[in-house]
T-cell receptor, first 115, second 111 residues
C-alpha cells in the first residue's frame, strides 16, 4: 500500500544534541509537510516543500531546518533541541494540483523526547 | 488570523450517536476536514466537505456545514468503542498547503 513512513517512531535525544527525523513516501506526491504537535494541542505547520521549493512558516524557530533530497524523502533537523521541543512530529504529503491537492496524508509520527 | 475552535471533551454511551462541533473564522475556506487521531498515532483523514456543500454522508459519518454561521459538525452514528480517539476539525484556506487545525475533541465511549 502507498503510504507515508516516519522513522524512528520514538526518538530520545539530549538537550542541545542535534537530531534528525526522517519521512518517506510512496505516494509520489510532490508536496511534503512537517508539523509539530505538542501534548493535547493541534498540529502546527512548521514548513512544507512544493517539489524542491521550501516554504517556512513565519513563526518556525531557526533551530528547525529541513532537507528534501528527492521526491520520496524529507528530513527534519533540529540543530539544538531544547526541552520545549519535545513533541510529536508529523510528516504529511499531498498533490499540488487539482481537487486531490486538498487531501493531506499523514505518517504515524515520531515522538521526540529531550532529556 | 484564522482560527478553528472545538470543545475539548465528549462522552457518549456505546450505541448512541456522537456529535462533535466546530466553529471556524475564515470566510474563504475551500475545504473543511475531520481527522481522527488514535493514541500514539498520526492523523487519519475521516472525511472532508467542500465549502459549497451543506451535508456529506459516508456510512456512519455525517458532516453538516452551516457556512453562514461558520459551523461544522461531525455525527457518528452507533458509536463504538473503536471510535474512541481525538477528532480534529480543520480548515484549508488560501491554498492547499495551509490547513489550520482545531485543538481536538477527545471522544470517550462509556458502556
Amino acid at each position: 500500500d502507498a503510504m507515508v513512513i516516519q522513522n524512528p517512531r520514538y526518538q530520545v535525544t539530549q538537550f542541545g544534541k542535534p537530531v534528525t527525523l526522517s519521512c518517506s513516501q510512496t505516494l509520489n506526491h510532490n508536496v511534503m509537510y512537517w508539523y509539530q504537535q505538542k501534548s493535547s494541542q493541534a498540529p502546527k505547520l512548521l514548513f512544507h516543500y512544493y517539489d524542491k521549493d521550501f516554504n517556512n512558516e513565519a513563526d518556525t524557530p531557526d533551530n528547525f531546518q529541513s532537507r528534501r533530497p528527492n521526491t520520496s524523502f524529507c528530513f527534519l533537523d533540529i540543530r539544538s533541541p531544547g526541552l520545549g521541543d519535545a513533541a510529536m512530529y508529523l510528516c504529511a504529503t499531498s498533490r499540488d494540483k487539482g481537487l486531490e491537492s486538498y487531501e493531506q496524508y499523514f505518517g504515524p509520527g515520531t515522538r521526540l523526547t529531550v532529556t | 488570523g484564522e482560527d478553528v475552535e472545538q470543545s475539548l471533551f465528549l462522552s457518549v454511551r456505546e450505541g448512541d450517536s456522537s456529535v462533535i462541533n466546530c466553529t471556524y473564522t475564515d470566510s474563504s475556506s475551500t475545504y473543511l476536514y475531520w481527522y481522527k487521531q488514535e493514541p500514539g498515532a498520526g492523523l487519519q483523514l475521516l472525511t472532508y466537505i467542500f465549502s459549497n456543500m451543506d451535508m456529506k454522508q459516508d456510512q456512519r459519518l455525517t458532516v453538516l456545514l452551516n457556512k453562514k454561521d461558520k459551523h461544522l459538525s461531525l455525527r457518528i452514528a452507533d458509536t463504538q468503542t473503536g471510535d474512541s480517539a481525538i477528532y480534529f476539525c480543520a480548515d484549508s484556506y488560501s491554498s492547499a498547503s495551509k490547513i489550520i487545525f482545531g485543538s481536538g475533541t477527545r471522544l470517550s465511549i462509556r458502556p
